[in-house]
């Protein structure tokens, strides 16, 4: 699942909406995850991008336990996986 690979890729990641969106367009980016019980309107822009540039887009259930695969204490509405 892709909380492991969130997990596994701690350096190499970009936590928050803002950040992920200018990573995508900087072409830095190998893969976004989003959480299923996030704000619509924080991570529809991110998965229109996503689609937009081609790179693969999760989506997980939780806030909550993608924070926590990112080694942070709130939740997180958007990840990315640099490349």
């Known amino acids: 699942m892709s909380y492991e690979k969130v997990a596994q890729a701690k350096s190499d990641i ?3 909406t803002k950040q992920t969106l200018k990573a995508m367009k900087n072409g ?3 893969e ?3 959480a ?3 704000e619509q309107s924080m991570t529809v ?5 996503a689609r ?3 790179i693969p887009h999760t989506r997980v259930p939780s806030m909550e336990e993608l924070g926590n695969a990112c080694g942070i204490d709130v939740g ?3 990840v990315a996986i640099k490349q």
């Open 52 to 54: 937009q540039l081609n």
């Open 36 to 38: 299923d019980d996030a």
């Open 32 to 34: 976004v995850i989003t």
């Open 28 to 30: 830095e980016v190998d």
């Open 45 to 49: 822009k991110v998965a229109d991008l």
């Open 76 to 78: 997180a509405a958007t």
């Open 14 to 16: 970009i936590i928050g």
